[in-house]
């Protein structure tokens, strides 16, 4: 676990094709021989890094369905009726980078994207991962075009929008320098609720 959460944190930092393993070494406290041990190559060091973060994704909104676990079940009307569009607000507010955590993710996301392009198996992560993620968030807008918060619209196609605008806007947050002019997490999270006002919620 450590060797991941170190290749994650290095590759955050300075991009994949510019942590060897020995920088992985270093900073886990031990030989290369050791990291080779568990990691025969740097792809199968990638791979795993991306898993560890989408197993941390997966795990945020799986806590965030348990939570709303009630509401989900349509205990009350005006329960139900409340919970996709809730939902679908804090789904959005997981996926904007504030905090360290999530802009260190999102940094190995954008190496995914260009590994992906050049290897099946990462290429493999990429596709496997998507095609849950835009099923959760179809799923979400399904319930509310059913409960009446959402307009009759293609829940398939509203998550591609909704997905693709999320990883444009996140791009354009990490590319920002900190302190300098640029897209803000607040710019973008401010961007998201009010495409999904624009297109989704039942006026």
């Known amino acids: 676990m450590q060797i991941i959460r170190e290749t994650v944190r290095l590759i955050a930092e300075h991009g994949f094709h ?5 920088d992985i070494a270093k900073a886990c406290e031990t030989s290369t021989a050791a990291i080779h041990y568990h990691f025969p190559g740097r792809d199968d060091l990638l791979e795993a890094a991306v898993r560890w973060c989408m197993d941390e994704d997966t795990a945020r909104r799986a806590a965030l369905s348990q939570a709303l676990g ?30 360290s955590r999530r802009r260190e993710q999102w940094c190995v996301w954008l190496d995914l994207w260009a590994e992906a392009a050049r290897s099946t198996a990462v290429g493999r992560l990429h596709t ?9 968030v179809a799923d979400v807008v399904r319930r509310g075009v059913a409960q009446g918060v959402f307009r009759p619209v293609d829940p398939d196609a509203a998550a591609l929008h ?7 806007l996140a791009t354009q947050v990490l ?3 900190p302190d300098g002019p640029g897209t803000r997490p607040d710019d973008m999270h401010a961007a998201l609720l009010a495409h999904v006002d624009a297109t989704l919620t039942a006026h």
């Open 162 to 168: 909704l997905t693709a605008l999320i990883d444009g």
């Open 18 to 22: 510019a942590v060897r393993v020995q």
């Open 175 to 177: 590319a920002a320098a």
């Open 128 to 136: 496997e991962y998507y095609r849950q993620w835009r099923a959760t």
């Open 70 to 99: 009630p509401a989900r079940a349509g205990e009350t009307a005006s329960a139900g009726t409340a919970d996709a569009a809730d939902e679908l607000r804090q789904l959005i507010e997981l996926q904007t980078p504030r905090t």
